[in-house]
């Protein structure tokens, strides 16, 4: 299973917006809505931001939002705060059960 | 306190084994599918194992499959996985985490601090 593509990096201003693509294909994102978003500090476990291609688990903020469309999902990140910076990365269902992360996106704030 | 912790990395040659453990604490351990992502040095995450609540179904990568062995112990509330045939490129943090399912449902709420396996002559 090819792990879904995500850029290598975005970057953003305090209180600008920026969104993170992950496009797999019609066997893992186009085709199930297992779609989930995960922050990563340097040095520190994964944490969970976003489940379900758009719910957010509680005390995510609001800021956080997902969608997809076809075989693209996208994480959004309104309001950047210093904080936010981060790896993200994005996993799906890829189908006989198996999972399969995106290649990480590295955040940075200006 | 909810959490995750495992333990069993180390430094061990190509061709052995290692068993990695990861003790739950603070929830209905039995309840939840649990997984384990591992992530090599500088590299993404990678998705390399699952199992239900019961423990009655397990998953694995293809990378890891007829090498690798996922088991837990509800009375225990601990999740292992046994590692044979080990090569360089199994070298990398494995982390284990926690599906808010008793099925497996491929998102993951919870995760441990890792443990470092090391992989080389």
């Known amino acids: 299973q090819s792990a879904l593509t995500q850029p290598r990096s975005v970057s953003g201003s305090p209180g600008q917006s920026v969104t993170i693509s992950c496009t797999g294909t019609?066997?893992?994102?186009?085709?199930?809505?297992?779609v989930s978003w995960y922050q990563q500090h340097p040095g520190k476990a994964p944490k969970l931001m976003i489940y379900?291609?758009?719910k957010r688990p509680s005390g995510v903020p609001d800021r956080f939002s997902g969608s997809k469309s076809g075989n693209t999902a996208s994480l959004t990140i309104s309001g950047l705060q210093a904080e936010d910076e981060a790896d993200y990365y994005c996993?799906?269902?890829?189908?006989?059960?198996?999972?399969?992360f995106g290649g990480g996106t590295k955040l940075t704030v200006l | 306190e909810v959490q995750l912790l495992e333990s069993g990395g180390g430094l061990v040659q190509p061709g052995g084994s290692l068993r990695l453990s990861c003790a739950a604490s603070?929830?209905?351990?039995?309840?939840?599918?649990m997984s384990w992502v591992r992530q090599a040095p500088g590299k993404g995450l990678e998705w390399v194992s699952a199992?239900?609540?019961?423990?009655?179904?397990?998953y694995y990568a293809d990378s890891v499959k007829g090498r690798f062995t996922i088991s837990r112990d509800n009375s225990k509330n601990t999740l292992y996985l046994q590692m044979n045939s080990l090569r360089a490129e199994d070298t990398a943090v494995y982390y284990c985490?926690?599906?808010?399912?008793?099925?497996?449902?491929?998102?993951?709420?919870?995760w441990g601090r890792g443990t470092l396996v090391t992989v080389s002559s």
């Open positions: 379900d291609v758009s």
């Open positions: 199992i239900s609540g019961s423990g009655g179904s397990t």
């Open positions: 019609s066997s893992d994102v186009g085709g199930y809505n297992y």
């Open positions: 603070g929830f209905t351990f039995s309840s939840y599918a």
């Open positions: 996993c799906s269902y890829a189908g006989s059960y198996q999972g399969v």
């Open positions: 985490a926690k599906d808010p399912h008793i099925v497996v449902y491929w998102y993951f709420d919870l």
